[in-house]
């Protein structure tokens, strides 16, 4: 054998086992960033003010209060609504309220509980929030904001906290009555280095009509659900892609028996998923009477139904309990008298606005209406996370309860909707008709999957 062959075959085994040492790497380096779905833990610190330490349903450690926050703690012992973690509201601190919190400098986003423990009215307790000198909560009423109910969760976020100085400062300024707070949640803000693979998307490329193998239009007259106040139509003055965005338009004007119109799509039977990553950027309208949504409905509306069939259209039919029962998903909600806040929101048998039980987290969004903002829910068998940007501010766990609790074990499809009026967008007031038309701007809809881990490594 030639000098060289033998040469060859010297170092065939050992460039065998680097390049099979790389293809090994390169598996594990994948499997670690895609075989979890969740982001790795992000809190940095968490008091349970004015209780005892507490891990939360979503896995959060509470740190028990050592008095450092001043004011006077208070006790509930009746019943709290709206929350998978009861323990964190019967206790809290009122007075005056102060967090100073030896931290790592970095960018924080902050999450608030509340919950009324008295009956106040509305209007008797008010208070803002400073972060870092910076006003980041304005004028809260836990009571309007938690829609007059006493002993209700209110989860209230505010993002990109700047801390520069090694010290979180936070404090709580009465405007009336005295500030009060159940607990606090601070979370740093880290890089996901999960993988996602985009499944479905529409990026609203080509002018004129939605793309009609992605959209379907509802076309309905006012009143039809939440009582709201305006038809939607499929026209282009109400729904429109123009310059790369879908465009919903809201006008005042007299049509089909309604004094304002406006659009509403839908994805059913063209863009349902199940579990992932739901992703919208969009620019919401403002003023008094709007009420702009990013939601999404069962595409098996009868699945878990016990009152009625297909037959009936049961999104208005009196008596049809296929809503709850199969579940919503509220990825943005906003209410033009209450501008700049953001709500997340799930509803269920088990769990909704009629017995005042919904799950729902808020966060301050004070361009909301001046800026494009990417709104997303993370979908598993086990939680809903909600964001805005890249901040986390609220989860619903699965209690492994049944579909009373937990109806999000099938295929569900995503619905834009600009709605004028109806229950809440005239809960702060009448329509204001000096701000038509306005619109609800959509860059993009992306809906993602995690990649699957590889197996037998």
């Known amino acids: 054998m030639p000098s060289g062959s033998r040469s060859i075959y010297l170092y065939l085994p050992v460039v065998i086992f680097v390049l099979l040492a790389f293809w090994v790497w390169e598996k594990i ?19 349970n003010v004015g209780g005892l330490e507490y891990v939360g349903v ?18 509930v012992k009746s019943k709290i609504a709206g929350t998978q973690d009861p323990m964190l509201y019967h206790t809290y601190r009122v007075g005056n309220l102060k967090v100073s919190q030896p931290i790592e400098n970095g960018i924080y986003d902050l999450i608030f509980k509340f919950s009324e423990p008295t009956e106040v009215a509305i209007g008797g307790r008010v208070f803002s929030v400073k972060a870092e000198n910076n006003t980041v909560i304005q004028a809260l009423d836990i009571r309007h904001a938690r829609d007059d109910r006493r002993n209700s969760e209110l989860v209230r976020a505010v993002k990109n906290v700047k801390v520069e100085d090694g010290v979180l400062d936070v404090s709580f300024m009465a405007v009336v009555g005295e500030p009060l707070l159940s607990a606090i949640v601070v979370r740093k803000k880290i890089v996901d280095r999960r993988t996602w693979s985009l499944v479905w998307h529409d990026e609203f490329e080509v002018s004129g009509v939605p793309d009609s193998h992605k959209w379907s239009f509802d076309i309905w007259p006012a009143r039809k659900v939440n009582d709201e106040d305006q038809a939607y139509t499929d026209r282009l003055k109400n729904v429109r892609v123009v310059d790369g965005m879908l465009v919903i338009e809201a006008h005042k004007e007299a049509y089909a028996g309604a004094q304002y119109t406006s659009g509403r799509l839908h994805s059913q039977g063209k863009g349902d998923f199940l579990y992932g990553r739901a992703e919208i950027r969009a620019k919401l309208p403002k003023g008094q009477g709007t009420w702009p949504a990013i939601w999404m409905l069962s595409s098996q509306p009868y699945r878990y139904a016990t009152t009625c069939d297909g037959v009936v259209d049961w999104q208005s039919a009196a008596g049809c309990d296929a809503w709850p029962n199969s579940g919503e998903i509220d990825i943005m909600e906003h209410v033009g008298f209450d501008m700049g806040i953001i709500h997340g929101t799930v509803h269920n048998k088990a769990y909704y606005w009629k017995n005042f039980e919904q799950r729902k987290g808020s966060v301050e969004v004070a361009d909301a209406s001046d800026a494009f903002h990417t709104y997303a829910i993370e979908w598993t068998p086990d939680e809903l996370r909600f964001f805005v940007d890249d901040t986390h501010y609220f989860s619903y766990q699965n209690e492994g309860d049944g579909w009373q609790g937990w109806p999000y074990d099938h295929a569900y499809h995503l619905i834009l909707n600009l709605a004028v009026g109806g229950m809440w967008g005239r809960a702060g007031g009448p329509i204001d008709d000096r701000i038509f038309p306005q619109q609800l701007q959509v860059d993009y809809v992306r809906i993602y999957r995690l990649k699957e881990p590889v197996v037998g490594l």
């Open 58 to 75: 979503d896995g959060v450690h509470y740190l028990a209060d050592n008095a450092s926050l001043g004011g006077v703690v208070g006790r």
């Open 29 to 47: 380096e994948v499997a670690s960033d895609v075989g979890q779905d969740k982001p790795e833990k992000a809190e940095a610190w968490a008091v």
